[in-house]
């Protein structure tokens, strides 16, 4: 039986190539689809349709055709078509589906629901290959940048001999090895330049265009991620100052999906629900979580949150007249008892 390595599961894992950019950019979209694919939480869903597929045709995809196959509902992909509505839109879609034997062209709103990601069908896809990119092509540069400072001076050569020295000195340093040129006639045509002088963009920029891009990244899809790049202390209200930017594109997720499902709903008697989940639940709505309708949200949440704002931190404590009246009267009581008990002994 083969050993199994406790720190990887007995997989050999890749090294990192900083240098293949498609890879990488795939897998910073796959990383952030981990993150986005829990965006909602779903209520009364059937059983052939699971979560996560349902969020991942609508977040690659752009949008799903909610329909029912046989006597099982699904959703599934195709493709957009027939002649437009009064406003253009699509009112057939054509899904052909090998695994369920099913290949059938259906009419939008009457034998199919489609269930838009957004308003524009776009999904989140452009949106994180656009970011992603960026910050692939900002790791190669940190990367570059880090085995640069190895590297004091910057090395010419005159002859191929002293120029395959050089390349294997420069082979060692990056990868961590003392370099060392072997003959010393090679120093007669090598020459040596500063390397500081013709570098002008330090690590600390790379770094803080990196966090930049990635935190413009996350609020796009509604999580906050400072992206200020003051070195001193942050006030309160530069901290929630980005806060309302980033609520509009999952705000219209959300409501793409919600007036899908009522349709579904209406359509196929479900009783569907939707509502937003993890990270996405919690928002500065005077500290309470946020909830499909005002009803359900508990006013103790609201008055209590106020209260500790408008008295520094501290939630007030409630005085009625009764205990105020209990207490001194007990007071009065014991001080009064006290006090006759004295005078009588002396």
């Known amino acids: 039986m083969a050993k199994i390595d406790k720190y990887n599961m007995g997989l050999d894992f890749p090294k990192y190539d900083f240098k293949d ?13 981990n993150r986005s694919l829990i965006m909602f939480k779903y209520h009364n869903l059937p059983e052939t349709i699971p979560q996560r597929e349902i969020e991942l045709l609508l977040q690659v995809n752009g949008y799903g055709c909610f329909c029912k196959v046989g006597s099982d509902f699904y959703c599934l992909n195709g493709g ?4 437009g509505d009064a406003y253009g839109n699509p009112t057939q879609i054509v899904i052909n589906n ?12 009457k034998d199919c629901i489609i269930i838009p990601n957004d308003s524009l069908y776009m999904g989140l896809i452009p949106l994180y290959n656009r970011y992603c990119s960026i910050l692939v092509e900002s790791d190669i540069t940190m990367t570059l940048a880090t085995v640069n ?23 060692d340093i990056y990868e961590g090895k003392l370099g060392v040129i072997a ?5 007669d045509s ?11 963009v330090s690590l600390t920029d790379l770094f803080e265009f990196h966090q930049y891009t990635k935190a413009s990244l996350f609020n796009e899809i509604g999580l906050s991620a400072n992206y200020n790049m003051k070195r001193e202390r942050l006030t ?6 980005n806060t309302d930017n980033l609520y509009p594109l999952v705000d219209d997720m959300l409501n793409s999906r919600k007036t899908a499902i009522e349709k579904i709903n209406e359509m196929f008697g479900l009783n569907i629900e939707i509502e937003f989940s993890s990270s996405w639940d919690y928002r500065l709505f005077n500290g309470a979580s946020v909830h499909n309708t005002e009803s359900e949200v508990d006013l103790s949440e609201i008055d209590g949150t106020e209260n500790t704002l408008e008295n520094g931190g501290e939630n007030p404590v409630e005085t009625t007249d009764e205990t105020t009246d209990e207490t001194t009267d007990e007071t009065t009581d014991e001080t009064t008892d006290e006090t006759t008990d004295e005078t009588t002994d002396e």
């Open 149 to 171: 400072k190895r590297i004091q001076n910057l090395l010419s050569a005159n002859d191929d001999s002293t120029v395959e020295s050089a390349k294997q000195f420069l082979k």
């Open 80 to 83: 957009l078509g027939g002649e």
């Open 190 to 200: 090598l020459k040596v330049q500063n390397a500081s002088i013709n570098s002008s």
């Open 21 to 33: 950019k498609n890879r990488n950019i795939r897998d910073y979209i796959s990383y952030m689809l």
């Open 98 to 109: 090998p695994y369920l034997k099913y290949n059938e062209t259906l009419i939008i709103d």
């Open 183 to 187: 003959e010393s006639r090679l120093f």
């Open 236 to 241: 309160s209200a530069e901290v929630e100052a």
